[in-house]
């Protein structure tokens, strides 16, 4: 049961991420070493986040000892993430080729080495325990959730970077940029409020990034080719 329950986790974790890499077009461009390079990247940028984080900001935590929901320290560490919008524009500015292929590779490297970093471990040591547990499954889908955001912040990012945007769109795809690196503050202190169950949570967390991917993916046509 430990090892079903286990390969059933495994299987719903990484097989979206390989079914993105296969059926998006990726393989035929050869664009696996640039995964990987776009991996390399994410890692160098967690690197000095935590080394920011550990200097300026010890004491954050996004949760209180009480239970309570700490704005200042969830809005401190969004701040810090904005590392990460300049690690993507990095990687997006590395990778040559169509809009297509260089958006999805960007962000499919990018949440490929966050989920190895970030959860490889835990659901090895966690989802292989002798006791069935909901929330293995829960984090699971989560990293579904985050590799479409990855995607969706990666196409804001390239959007955002085109002189060719329309400029009615201009103010839109800011905005969104924004909303997501802040997407941790008031997305979380919304569900805080409203005590929300983790199913419950969870579905909303999907709501909230696929409408912003549907956006984003909207735009796109507005850009000139």
């Known amino acids: 049961m430990t090892l079903y329950h286990f390969g059933n ?20 461009y050869g664009a696996f070493w640039k995964c990987i390079q776009a991996g390399a990247i994410y ?3 967690q690197l000095c986040k935590m080394l920011v984080l550990a200097t300026f900001f010890p004491d954050t935590e996004t949760i209180s000892l009480s239970g309570d929901f700490n704005a200042l320290g969830e809005f401190l560490r969004c701040t810090v993430d904005i590392a990460d919008l300049m690690g993507l524009t990095l990687v997006l500015s590395r990778i ?24 490889a471990l835990m659901l090895w040591v966690g989802a292989r325990g002798a006791e069935f547990s909901w929330i293995y499954i829960q ?32 103010p839109v795809v800011t905005f969104l940029i924004v909303a997501t690196t802040y997407k941790g503050l008031w997305l979380d202190g919304i569900l805080h409020i409203l005590h929300l169950g983790a199913w419950t949570c969870l579905a909303f967390k999907a709501l909230i990034t696929c409408s912003m991917g549907i956006t984003a993916a909207s735009i796109i046509p507005a850009v000139s080719s």
């Open 43 to 45: 890692a160098f940028t």
């Open 139 to 170: 984090k699971c889908l989560e990293s579904n959730i985050l590799l479409v955001q990855h995607l969706t912040t990666a196409t804001l990012l390239w959007l955002f970077s085109r002189h060719d945007l329309d400029k009615k769109f201009a």
């Open 9 to 28: 986790c495994l299987a719903l974790i990484y097989v979206p991420y390989y079914l993105t890499y296969k059926y998006s077009g990726l393989s035929e």
């Open 96 to 119: 040559p080729g169509k809009g297509h292929s260089k958006l999805i590779t960007a962000g499919l490297g990018w949440a490929t080495a966050e989920l190895i970093l970030s959860r």
